[in-house]
């Protein structure tokens, strides 16, 4: 049976020039957090000494070079390479992307082996994290592929939850990437999330149109009309309780999206502006539809401010939280839904 009393928290340490150091530290410098979740940093403890230093931080690391010699009750840093790298605050390096996405595949491949139980994931720069091994926009794109499933960004706070049927797409390609199958496969991944990961039993989902006022009757658009609205009612008639398509420009100022227990967005912008408006330094940003759980804070690099130790650690707390919770709820899903038998033990034990 899985563990919920003991439950591995891996860290891909993001981009090293901006203020993930200084979040990661000043979450974990919260000791009661120890008694939820045994975290491993995936990093290397000459990089996690030097914020320590440079941020000023108390936190005893415990360093250790396999897995399986993490300790429950400290933030172990697993070293991911050995040599000096030279941190940089506020500047995008080519080298630095390449550490960054050294951390995300080693916490990655501890994911899908089972090493770990719960990935949060710090900010990474899209630019310079590009190489032959990572062609992605960002994470969910690369975590779909690794992991498996129909992966969506979702963004949550407690009381707002929205996906996105498009994600990093340009605007001018938006409508030619929806189509009946992408609407109803990502429906269903909210859906099932929201039962499977959240606990709401029966559902509520407001979608939003593609075009301005749903295309006024195709005035502006003939997208809703011709893919949104029918593919809609086939949902709902399957019994899901699925409504829209709602205009976006006055969904949220409204108050409509509080009869809803999740929204999804036609694109990005439509959805992560008025929720990075109403919940920014609360939202997580958690990739639904994998088969593995990962989490991660709504916010980018944050170079302007990097080094300076004036970030704001509240939304990667939140993220690392999230992910706990969510973990947890799998696991009471699962033992309400699956064979018994079949329930496999955890393949990394902690030490003491």
């Known amino acids: 049976m ?5 439950i ?3 860290i891909s340490v993001g981009d090293l020039n901006g203020i993930s150091g200084e979040i990661i530290l000043k979450t974990f410098e919260d000791s009661r957090i120890l008694e939820l979740c045994t975290p491993v940093i995936f990093a290397s403890i000459k990089v996690m000494g030097f914020f320590k ?5 108390s936190i005893d690391f415990n360093s250790v070079h396999d897995i399986n010699s993490i300790k429950q009750g400290k933030v172990n840093v697993l070293n991911c390479w050995k040599e000096h790298v030279d941190i940089n605050f506020g500047a995008e390096e080519t080298k630095i ?7 995300l595949e080693k916490a990655t491949n501890a994911l899908k082996q089972e090493q770990i139980d719960v990935l949060v994931t710090a ?10 091994a990572f062609t992605f926009p960002g994470h969910t794109d690369y975590l779909a592929k690794e992991l498996g499933g129909n992966s969506l960004m979702f963004m949550v706070t407690d009381t707002l939850k929205v996906g996105l049927l498009t994600d990093h797409v340009p605007v001018k390609d938006v409508s030619e990437h929806i189509s009946e199958a992408l609407i109803i496969e990502k429906i269903d991944t909210v859906y099932q999330t929201l039962k499977k990961d959240f606990k709401i039993v029966k559902p509520k989902i407001a979608v939003l149109g593609i075009n301005p006022h749903t295309g006024d009757n195709g005035v502006i658009g003939s997208e809703d009309d011709d893919i949104m609205r029918p593919t809609l009612k086939k949902i709902k008639e399957e019994g899901k309780l699925v409504y829209g398509p709602y205009a976006a420009d006055s969904f949220f100022g409204s108050n409509n999206y509080k009869n809803f ?17 109403l919940s920014f330094g609360q939202g997580v940003n958690f990739t639904a539809g994998l088969t593995r759980v990962r989490t991660s804070p709504d916010h980018g690099t944050a170079y302007e401010i990097a080094g300076k130790g004036i970030a704001d650690e509240s939304s990667f707390k939140e993220a690392l939280f999230t992910g706990i919770q969510i973990f947890r709820n799998r696991i009471d899903y699962e033992e309400l839904t699956a064979n018994p038998l079949k329930r496999q033990p955890r393949k990394v034990g902690v030490k003491k």
């Open 123 to 132: 900010p990474i720069n899209k630019h310079n994290i590009q190489s032959e």
């Open 97 to 103: 992307g390449e550490y960054a996405l050294k951390s």
């Open 261 to 277: 227990d999740a929204i999804i967005a036609s694109y990005h912008d439509q959805g992560l502006i008025p929720f990075k408006t």
């Open 8 to 10: 591995v928290v891996g």
């Open 2 to 6: 899985k563990n919920q009393e003991n």
């Open 53 to 57: 230093n440079h941020f000023k931080s």
